[in-house]
């Protein structure tokens, strides 16, 4: 099947399904949160992997789980290069929050899910009031013990490409006293923003050691930001395992 037919076939089970599990699935938005969470990420994520592996032929190697705490709140600060990583890191970390923006939570139907999973939507009126409603959700997360996964440029930037890596995790890093967890990866490779056409292959992610809590945030933002694009740019060979 050559990568042309996957992709049509993929991006119609895609936009299709979920359609069908968003509405479907309204149900579970009356449940106990961790438990509708739970049946969210069995079902529909499950789904997605499915299409993505046996339609796309996409496949996930991960390397350096060992560097992901196993329980406990942590911030996993990620390279951004495709919706690919978006979906599947809510699949395999234990019930992540994604800081992301508001507007997606507007989205009908779709959009009740986020606010379900206890996301953290950014108010992004001002930077002020976009930093305040970052870490007003970034110290509710804490509190439950669970991970916060932020892109730190903000935006999905395609392989090989240098973007800025914004403030806001040095914000988060400072104010609710977490260690990161950089990400690389080269998902960009197979699924590129808002590419139609897909690629089968392997898409690569590499957690990397710890930055620990409380060093200087400017310091963590150039540590973390020099080993991603490191380790990204070495995952470009879409053949390294």
Not at 74 to 85: D, N, V
Not at 169 to 178: H, P
Not at 213 to 233: C, F, N, R, T, Y
Request: glycine share 10%; hydrophobic share 45%; charged share 20%.
């Amino acid at each position: 099947m050559t990568d042309r037919i996957r992709s049509l076939a993929f991006n119609f089970l895609f936009f299709s399904g979920s359609l069908f599990f968003s509405i479907t699935l309204l149900w579970t938005l009356l449940l106990p949160r961790e438990r509708s969470v739970g049946i969210v990420r069995g079902i529909y994520f499950g789904y997605m992997n499915f299409i993505e592996k046996y339609i796309m032929g996409l496949r996930l190697h991960i390397e350096g789980w060992e560097h992901v705490p196993k329980e406990g709140a942590f911030i996993l600060a990620s390279k951004h290069q495709s919706a690919y990583e978006t979906l599947k890191l809510c699949e395999i970390l234990d019930d992540p929050a994604i800081v992301l923006k508001r507007e997606l939570t507007w989205i009908p139907i779709w959009g009740w899910y986020p606010k379900k999973m206890g996301m953290i939507p950014i108010d992004r009126g001002s930077v002020a009031q976009a930093m305040r409603s970052i870490i007003k959700g970034a110290e509710r997360v804490k509190s439950e013990g669970r991970p916060i996964l932020i892109f730190p440029q903000g935006t999905r930037v395609a392989p090989g490409v240098k973007a800025e890596y914004r403030g806001g995790i040095g914000k988060i890093y400072k104010d609710v006293g977490l260690p990161v967890i950089p990400m690389a990866l080269n998902s960009g490779l197979f699924w590129g923003r808002n590419a139609f056409w897909k690629k089968s292959g392997t898409v690569s992610f590499r957690f990397l050691p710890a930055i620990p809590a409380g060093l200087p945030p400017q310091e963590m933002m150039q540590q973390l930001e020099d080993v991603i694009e490191k380790e990204s740019d070495a995952l470009l060979n879409p053949d390294i395992q």
